[in-house]
T-cell receptor, first 115, second 112 residues
Framework: AQSVSQHNHHVILSEAASLELGCNYSYGGTVNLFWYVQYPGQHLQLLLKYFSGDPLVKGIKGFEAEFIKSKFSFNLRKPSVQWSDTAEYFCAVTLSGAGSYQLTFGKGTKLSVIP | GAGVSQSPSNKVTEKGKDVELRCDPISGHTALYWYRQSLGQGLEFLIYFQGNSAPDKSGLPSDRFSAERTGGSVSTLTIQRTQQEDSAVYLC??????????FGPGTRLTVL
């Protein structure tokens, strides 16, 4: 079964610092990759997704992620974080071409941005 | 437009009681998923419905858990004889085919 690892449980940054959250998955086949965000008190929202094509994908609110197939990685980046980015971030995969497209999630990374 | 809605938003029950959780997916979305979010286990897949096909129940943790989807729209997740370890936030998501899943606000279940 596939699995997703997020390297950091809790990241604390000051405003304007750069962000990179690690995500690795274990599956040898073709995957679809996602980053979801959960702001305090809100439900899960999609930040960005990768299905195919350009491995550098841009999402909402200035986030981007790069798919590196050889490293089984899909790290999330933002050049300059804001206090409003304080949230929990989840990396997730689905198996491309499978009959069931359930998401397999990482454990999540909590980001705290200090003003 | 309307997103995925779930009810109730909170449910407190006593150990051994049955509970029903409801999900209204986005109109036109053929796929519906249930997930569970708990402190120890993170986000786990429970069950998947796609159109009129047989559901994928591979994520259900025990036979106390069941779900149905009526008319290809509304879904109900039922937990029988609840246990304290069932306490979690139960999330519903819907999508068009295999595209991105849109999540509801969840139902927070507390089993005393």
């Amino acid at each position: 079964a596939q699995s997703v690892s997020q390297h950091n449980h809790h990241v604390i940054l000051s405003e304007a610092a750069s962000l990179e959250l690690g995500c690795n998955y274990s599956y040898g086949g073709t995957v679809n990759l996602f980053w979801y965000v959960q702001y305090p008190g809100q439900h899960l929202q999609l930040l960005l997704k990768y299905f195919s094509g350009d491995p550098l994908v841009k999402g909402i609110k200035g986030f981007e992620a790069e798919f590196i197939k050889s490293k089984f990685s899909f790290n999330l980046r933002k050049p300059s974080v804001q206090w409003s980015d304080t949230a929990e971030y989840f990396c997730a995969v689905t198996l491309s071409g499978a009959g069931s497209y359930q998401l397999t999630f990482g454990k999540g990374t909590k980001l705290s941005v200090i003003p | 437009g309307a997103g995925v809605s779930q009810s109730p938003s909170n449910k407190v029950t006593e150990k051994g009681k049955d509970v029903e959780l409801r999900c209204d997916p986005i109109s036109g979305h053929t796929a519906l998923y249930w997930y569970r979010q708990s402190l120890g286990q993170g986000l786990e897949f429970l069950i998947y419905f796609q159109g009129n096909s047989a559901p994928d129940k591979s994520g259900l943790p025990s036979d106390r858990f069941s779900a149905e989807r009526t008319g290809g729209s509304v879904s109900t997740l039922t937990i029988q004889r609840t246990q304290q370890e069932d306490s979690a936030v139960y999330l519903c998501a819907s999508s068009r085919g295999h595209l991105e899943q849109f999540f509801g606000p969840g139902t927070r279940l507390t089993v005393l």
